[in-house]
C-alpha cells in the first residue's frame, strides 16, 4: 500500500529537549516536504527535498531542521524545541507533478 | 509571493444543500491549482486539481473550475452528505519554485 509514515503521532517534551520526527514514503518520490498546520494559518512549508542531498528552506524554517540521505525517508529535527513550536506536521511525498500524498500527522505539544 | 485566499468558516449545511467554497489566489506564472480534504484525524488527500486555465477538476460529486480572468477556483458540490464533513483546503503549486502553498481552510459540517 503506498503511504507516507509519521512517527511519532503525538508527542509531548519539554523546552530545549531535542527531538526528532520521522517521515518515510514507500512510492520512490523524489519530493517531500514538512508543513505545520496552524488554526487560522492553514498549512505553512517548513522545509521541503526535490531529491536525495538536495533540501530548501520553505515559508518557516527558523527552529528546524532536515535532512534527505536516502530517498525514502526525511526527518524534521528540532534541536531546541520552543512552545511556539506546538503544532501539527504534517509530512509529504510528491509525484513529478507535485501531487502531494500526506501522513497522517504528529502532534507535537512542547511545555 | 503566492498566496491563496479562502473564504472563511465554519461553513455548516444541511445534507443534500448546495455548497460553494471560494478560492482566489496570486501567483506568478500559471500555477496548478488543488483542493484538498482533510477528514478528522486524517492527513491531508487531494479531492481535484486543474494544471491550466478553464481546466474543471472533478471528483466525489465536486468540481472546481480554474478561473484565470478572476483568479479563482472555486470548490462546488450540488448536494452534499454528511460524510462529506471535513476541512477543505486550496492549494496552488508554483512552476518555478515546485511548493504547494495552501489557504488557510474551510472547515464544512453537514447536518442530517
Known amino acids: 500500500e503506498a503511504q507516507v509514515t509519521q512517527n511519532p503521532r503525538y508527542l509531548i517534551t519539554v523546552t530545549g529537549k531535542k527531538l526528532t520526527v520521522t517521515c518515510s514514503q514507500n512510492?520512490?518520490?523524489?519530493?517531500m516536504s514538512w508543513y505545520r498546520q496552524d488554526p487560522g494559518l492553514g498549512l505553512r512549508q517548513i522545509y521541503y527535498?526535490?531529491?536525495?542531498?538536495?533540501?530548501d528552506k520553505g515559508d518557516v524554517p527558523e527552529g528546524y531542521k532536515v535532512s534527505r540521505k536516502e530517498k525514502r525517508n526525511f526527518p524534521l529535527i528540532l534541536e531546541s524545541p520552543s512552545p511556539n513550536q506546538t503544532s501539527l506536521y504534517f509530512c509529504?511525498?510528491?509525484?513529478?507533478?507535485?501531487?502531494?500524498?500526506f501522513g497522517q500527522g504528529t502532534r507535537l505539544t512542547v511545555v | 509571493g503566492n498566496s491563496v485566499t479562502q473564504m472563511e468558516g465554519p461553513v455548516t449545511l444541511s445534507e443534500e444543500a448546495f455548497l460553494t467554497i471560494n478560492c482566489t489566489y496570486t501567483a506568478t506564472g500559471y500555477p496548478s491549482l488543488f483542493w484538498y480534504v482533510q477528514y478528522p484525524g486524517e492527513g491531508l488527500q487531494l479531492l481535484l486539481k486543474a494544471t491550466k486555465a478553464d481546466d474543471k477538476g472533478s471528483n466525489k460529486g465536486f468540481e472546481a473550475t480554474y478561473r484565470k480572468e478572476t483568479t479563482s477556483f472555486h470548490l462546488e458540490k450540488g448536494s452534499v452528505q454528511v460524510s462529506d464533513s471535513a476541512v477543505y483546503f486550496c492549494a496552488l503549486l508554483s512552476g518555478s519554485a515546485r511548493q504547494l502553498t495552501f489557504g488557510s481552510g474551510t472547515q464544512l459540517t453537514v447536518l442530517p
Open positions: 527535498s526535490m531529491n536525495v542531498e538536495v533540501t
Open positions: 512510492m520512490n518520490h523524489e519530493y
Open positions: 509529504a511525498s510528491g509525484t513529478e507533478n507535485l501531487r502531494a500524498f
